[in-house]
């Protein structure tokens, strides 16, 4: 990794093995025999490591990991040559699996819980995060949490790295997200339904989506960026006057939404879409200092990543190849 690029911190607390089994048809109590088997190291933080690495930019994964399973994990990583610092737990490191049909053509998903994490896990993990040098350029926390761990965890992270002037990305749902929009995020991610649990109600048509983005900016975070599927996802950002600025000199109240389409493509499997979305934002914004082509980079990395099979996530020459294809018009 070349020093000098910006680093991406990523922070995954319930961290994945991704089994994936592919079938002809699933018939539930008899024997069923696989046609093919496909494991990757899964998480949100890990999946936007895993693009952030593949689209040319410099990151590091922190998390949590335990038993033979943790040490599989870290063996996946290793393979993808992921940079990792992941903290040794009691217990051991879920297992996700993923059922692909061909009739019907469908994904049947069985998603474990996780182990039970200590305290002082998390305590060593924050410092791990804290003190690691050189000090990252972004960081991004997402995905569940681990059975025992405070939903205001994320929250108190969130301040800390702004005590530290460094921006954050939060992807997280229920209690979680709540309590870290409270804390001013630099970013976050909700898909609709995770909109609509936050905000406490239904979210039909496109006013009601521009009004959740604007609803959203004023509860704490500087950029709301809404993942709607195949639909394409809403930015809601500072104005176009204000965007040149810093991070933590953006808010001025105003907020420009903007609505990004994504091409058409041959979808295999949208697991990691929203990751990918993240990553690819990222990237682009490192890339450009434009927040209109960080979404654009995000959204084809969202696409690209629809395209592969399984968690494989995006390719950069396919995120190249779906850019100009992108379509952003303003709301508001």
């Known amino acids: 990794m070349n020093p ?12 994945s093995l991704d089994e994936w089994v592919y079938l002809v048809r699933l018939q539930p109590g008899a024997l069923n025999r696989a046609t093919g088997f496909a494991r990757y190291p899964g998480g949100k933080g890990i999946n936007v490591s895993r693009v952030v690495h593949e689209l040319g930019g410099r ?20 393979r993808l040559s992921i940079a990792h610092r992941l903290v040794t737990i009691p217990g051991s ?28 896990h998390l305590r060593t993990l924050a410092s791990r995060l ?12 997402s995905g569940s949490l681990p059975p025992g761990v405070p939903q205001t965890i994320y929250a108190r992270w969130i301040r800390a790295m702004q005590r530290r002037g460094i921006p954050v990305l939060l992807d997280t749902s229920g209690e979680a997200l709540r ?35 604007q609803e959203l900016r004023h ?32 808010w001025d109240g105003q907020t420009d939404v903007w609505w990004a389409t994504p091409p058409s493509v041959r979808v295999d499997s949208t697991v990691g ?18 927040l209109l082509e960080a979404f654009r980079c995000g959204i084809a990395s969202g696409a690209a990543t629809a395209m592969t099979p399984g968690t494989e996530l995006c390719h950069r020459r396919d995120v190249q190849r779906l850019l100009r294809r992108v379509r952003i018009q303003r709301l508001v």
């Not at 804290?130 to 926390?141: N, S, T």
């Not at 996802?233 to 500072?238: E, T, V």
Request: glycine share 12%.
């Open 4 to 15: 000098r690029r910006p680093l991406v911190a990523t922070v995954t607390l319930n961290p």
């Open 59 to 78: 990151t590091i994964a922190f998390g949590l990991a335990g038993g033979d399973d943790g040490t599989i994990l870290r063996h996946a990583m290793r």
């Open 93 to 120: 490191t879920r297992n996700n699996y993923k059922i692909r049909t061909e009739s019907p053509r469908a994904l049947t998903e069985i998603n474990t819980a996780g182990p039970r994490v200590p305290a002082i």
């Open 130 to 141: 804290f003190a690691f040098r050189p000090c990252p350029r972004y960081v991004v926390l």
């Open 179 to 213: 309590f870290g929009l409270r804390a001013g995020p630099w970013c976050i991610k909700p898909n609709r339904q995770e909109a609509e649990e936050l905000l406490g109600r239904r979210l039909r048509g496109r006013r009601q989506l521009v009004r959740a983005v």
């Open 219 to 250: 509860q704490g975070a500087v950029i709301v960026m809404l993942s709607l599927g195949a639909e394409g996802a809403l930015m809601g950002c500072p104005t176009t006057r204000s965007a040149a600025g810093i991070p933590g000199s953006w």
């Open 273 to 290: 879409a929203g990751d990918s979305l993240i990553g690819g934002f990222l990237v682009g914004w490192m890339a450009t200092r434009s």
